[in-house]
Protein backbone atom coordinates (compact mmCIF):
# COMPACT_ATOMS: atom_id res chain seq x y z
CA UNK A 1 0.00 0.00 0.00
CA UNK A 2 1.26 3.41 -0.98
CA UNK A 3 1.59 6.26 1.17
CA UNK A 4 -1.46 8.05 -0.07
CA UNK A 5 -3.18 5.25 1.73
CA UNK A 6 -2.54 7.44 4.82
CA UNK A 7 -6.04 9.05 5.57
CA UNK A 8 -4.53 11.52 8.02
CA UNK A 9 -1.51 12.77 8.05
CA UNK A 10 1.45 11.90 10.87
CA UNK A 11 2.24 15.30 11.74
CA UNK A 12 6.43 15.98 11.38
CA UNK A 13 8.65 13.04 10.40
CA UNK A 14 10.25 10.34 12.44
CA UNK A 15 13.18 11.95 14.35
CA UNK A 16 15.92 9.27 16.15
CA UNK A 17 14.79 7.14 17.98
CA UNK A 18 17.03 5.94 20.94
CA UNK A 19 16.35 3.27 23.71
CA UNK A 20 12.88 2.70 22.63
CA UNK A 21 13.30 -0.38 20.57
CA UNK A 22 10.99 -2.15 23.01
CA UNK A 23 8.48 -0.15 23.13
CA UNK A 24 8.34 0.28 19.46
CA UNK A 25 8.42 -3.07 19.65
CA UNK A 26 5.42 -3.44 21.98
CA UNK A 27 3.44 -1.13 19.81
CA UNK A 28 4.12 -3.24 16.02
CA UNK A 29 3.23 -6.44 17.99
CA UNK A 30 -0.06 -4.35 18.97
CA UNK A 31 -1.45 -4.03 15.79
CA UNK A 32 0.02 -7.15 14.37
CA UNK A 33 -2.34 -9.12 16.75
CA UNK A 34 -5.13 -6.72 15.80
CA UNK A 35 -4.79 -7.69 12.15
CA UNK A 36 -4.18 -12.01 13.47
CA UNK A 37 -7.24 -12.08 15.98
CA UNK A 38 -9.19 -9.37 13.69
CA UNK A 39 -10.08 -7.59 17.42
CA UNK A 40 -8.95 -4.20 18.10
CA UNK A 41 -6.92 -3.37 21.23
CA UNK A 42 -6.16 -0.01 23.12
CA UNK A 43 -2.47 0.98 24.60
CA UNK A 44 -2.51 4.60 26.50
CA UNK A 45 1.14 6.13 26.39
CA UNK A 46 1.97 8.28 29.37
CA UNK A 47 5.15 10.11 30.45
CA UNK A 48 6.42 13.61 31.52
CA UNK A 49 6.86 16.01 29.21
CA UNK A 50 9.17 15.82 26.42
CA UNK A 51 9.77 12.21 27.58
CA UNK A 52 9.61 11.00 23.22
CA UNK A 53 5.83 10.28 23.46
CA UNK A 54 5.62 11.89 19.77
CA UNK A 55 8.61 10.67 18.41
CA UNK A 56 8.11 6.74 19.07
CA UNK A 57 4.81 7.29 18.02
CA UNK A 58 5.74 9.12 14.67
CA UNK A 59 8.20 6.37 13.97
CA UNK A 60 5.62 3.43 14.38
CA UNK A 61 3.51 5.46 12.27
CA UNK A 62 5.82 5.60 9.56
CA UNK A 63 6.69 2.06 9.73
CA UNK A 64 3.16 1.24 9.08
CA UNK A 65 1.90 3.48 7.26
CA UNK A 66 2.99 1.11 3.25
CA UNK A 67 0.61 -1.37 4.77
CA UNK A 68 -1.80 -0.07 7.49
CA UNK A 69 -3.82 2.72 7.75
CA UNK A 70 -2.88 5.70 9.88
CA UNK A 71 -5.15 7.93 11.58
CA UNK A 72 -3.94 11.01 13.86
CA UNK A 73 -5.53 13.65 15.70
CA UNK A 74 -4.25 16.38 18.32
CA UNK A 75 -5.65 17.69 20.95
CA UNK A 76 -4.97 20.85 21.32
CA UNK A 77 -4.03 23.24 24.73
CA UNK A 78 -6.54 25.39 24.77
CA UNK A 79 -8.79 27.36 27.48
CA UNK A 80 -11.62 26.18 25.27
CA UNK A 81 -11.13 23.45 23.38
CA UNK A 82 -13.26 22.23 20.56
CA UNK A 83 -15.41 20.10 21.48
CA UNK A 84 -14.10 16.48 20.06
CA UNK A 85 -11.88 18.25 18.55
CA UNK A 86 -8.53 15.66 17.19
CA UNK A 87 -11.57 14.01 16.01
CA UNK A 88 -12.51 16.54 13.37
CA UNK A 89 -8.67 16.37 11.93
CA UNK A 90 -9.27 12.47 11.60
CA UNK A 91 -12.92 12.86 10.23
CA UNK A 92 -11.73 15.08 7.24
CA UNK A 93 -9.71 12.02 6.16
CA UNK A 94 -12.15 9.28 6.67
CA UNK A 95 -15.19 11.64 6.32
CA UNK A 96 -18.78 9.21 6.03
CA UNK A 97 -20.85 8.32 9.45
CA UNK A 98 -18.14 10.33 11.68
CA UNK A 99 -17.80 13.20 9.52
CA UNK A 100 -21.74 13.40 9.58
CA UNK A 101 -21.97 13.14 13.13
CA UNK A 102 -19.52 16.12 13.70
CA UNK A 103 -21.40 18.15 11.15
CA UNK A 104 -24.42 18.24 13.65
CA UNK A 105 -23.11 20.97 15.58
CA UNK A 106 -24.90 21.83 18.77
CA UNK A 107 -26.29 18.51 18.10
CA UNK A 108 -23.62 16.22 18.47
CA UNK A 109 -23.57 13.48 21.62
CA UNK A 110 -20.49 11.61 22.35
CA UNK A 111 -22.80 8.28 21.90
CA UNK A 112 -23.45 8.90 18.47
CA UNK A 113 -20.00 9.98 17.49
CA UNK A 114 -18.48 7.14 19.45
CA UNK A 115 -20.73 4.72 16.87
CA UNK A 116 -19.48 6.63 14.02
CA UNK A 117 -16.40 5.84 15.06
CA UNK A 118 -16.35 2.28 15.62
CA UNK A 119 -18.11 1.46 12.21
CA UNK A 120 -14.70 3.48 10.40
CA UNK A 121 -12.46 1.53 12.37
CA UNK A 122 -14.33 -2.04 11.24
CA UNK A 123 -13.33 -1.10 7.84
CA UNK A 124 -11.58 -4.49 6.28
CA UNK A 125 -8.00 -2.15 6.55
CA UNK A 126 -6.49 -2.56 10.19
CA UNK A 127 -6.02 1.09 11.41
CA UNK A 128 -3.80 2.67 13.87
CA UNK A 129 -5.52 5.47 15.34
CA UNK A 130 -4.14 7.59 17.75
CA UNK A 131 -5.55 10.35 19.94
CA UNK A 132 -2.30 12.48 21.52
CA UNK A 133 -1.88 14.83 24.45
CA UNK A 134 -5.49 13.39 25.84
CA UNK A 135 -4.60 15.59 29.31
CA UNK A 136 -5.52 18.30 26.92
CA UNK A 137 -8.93 16.40 25.38
CA UNK A 138 -11.92 18.03 25.99
CA UNK A 139 -15.04 16.04 27.89
CA UNK A 140 -16.39 15.04 24.81
CA UNK A 141 -13.21 13.67 23.51
CA UNK A 142 -12.96 11.75 26.54
CA UNK A 143 -16.34 10.21 26.53
CA UNK A 144 -15.80 9.20 22.81
CA UNK A 145 -12.35 7.61 24.43
CA UNK A 146 -13.85 5.36 26.65
CA UNK A 147 -16.89 4.51 24.55
CA UNK A 148 -14.31 3.49 21.88
CA UNK A 149 -11.99 1.77 24.73
CA UNK A 150 -15.12 -0.21 25.42
CA UNK A 151 -15.90 -1.53 22.31
CA UNK A 152 -12.19 -1.85 21.14
CA UNK A 153 -12.67 -5.31 20.44
CA UNK A 154 -15.07 -4.75 17.83
CA UNK A 155 -12.99 -3.08 15.62
CA UNK A 156 -9.96 -3.81 13.44
CA UNK A 157 -7.66 -1.16 15.36
CA UNK A 158 -5.15 -0.38 17.31
CA UNK A 159 -6.00 2.74 19.35
CA UNK A 160 -3.12 4.40 20.76
CA UNK A 161 -3.94 8.10 23.40
CA UNK A 162 -1.26 9.34 25.27
CA UNK A 163 -0.46 11.91 27.73
CA UNK A 164 1.52 13.54 30.08
CA UNK A 165 0.90 12.23 33.85
CA UNK A 166 2.78 15.01 35.08
CA UNK A 167 0.21 17.12 33.98
CA UNK A 168 -2.78 15.52 35.92
CA UNK A 169 -3.64 16.71 38.96
CA UNK A 170 -6.02 14.92 41.59
CA UNK A 171 -9.60 16.22 39.82
CA UNK A 172 -8.49 15.88 36.23
CA UNK A 173 -11.36 14.01 34.05
CA UNK A 174 -8.57 11.80 32.80
CA UNK A 175 -8.38 10.29 36.16
CA UNK A 176 -11.24 8.99 36.30
CA UNK A 177 -11.69 7.61 32.41
CA UNK A 178 -8.38 5.52 33.34
CA UNK A 179 -9.31 4.17 36.22
CA UNK A 180 -12.77 3.47 34.38
CA UNK A 181 -11.01 1.71 31.46
CA UNK A 182 -8.47 -0.17 34.73
CA UNK A 183 -10.10 -3.50 34.12
CA UNK A 184 -10.65 -3.78 30.68
CA UNK A 185 -8.87 -6.39 29.01
CA UNK A 186 -8.59 -4.50 25.93
CA UNK A 187 -6.65 -1.40 27.25
CA UNK A 188 -2.85 -1.63 28.01
CA UNK A 189 -0.89 0.59 29.27
CA UNK A 190 2.61 1.70 28.48
CA UNK A 191 5.00 3.95 30.25
CA UNK A 192 7.65 5.86 29.03
CA UNK A 193 10.80 6.30 31.52
CA UNK A 194 13.12 9.13 30.45
CA UNK A 195 16.19 9.07 28.50
CA UNK A 196 19.39 7.72 29.92
CA UNK A 197 22.31 10.67 29.87
CA UNK A 198 23.98 8.95 27.43
CA UNK A 199 21.01 9.05 24.46
CA UNK A 200 20.37 12.62 25.83
CA UNK A 201 24.17 13.38 25.05
CA UNK A 202 23.61 11.72 21.96
CA UNK A 203 20.65 13.68 21.02
CA UNK A 204 22.21 17.22 21.77
CA UNK A 205 25.74 16.30 20.53
CA UNK A 206 24.77 18.15 17.00
CA UNK A 207 23.62 21.09 18.79
Given amino acids: MSQAAVVAAVPGRSDELLERAGQLAVLKEALASVGRAGRGAVVVICGEAGVGKT ?112 ALEKAHPLRRVLGELATTTAVRRLKLAPLSPDAVGQLAAPH
Avoid at 74 to 98: N, Y
Avoid at 102 to 116: H, I, Y
Fill in 55 to 166: ALLRSFCDQVARSQRVLWGTCDPLFTPRPFGPLFAIAEGTGGKLGSSLAQGANTNPQQVAVALVQELSSPLPTALVLEDLHWADEATLDVFTLLARRAEETLALVVGTYRDD
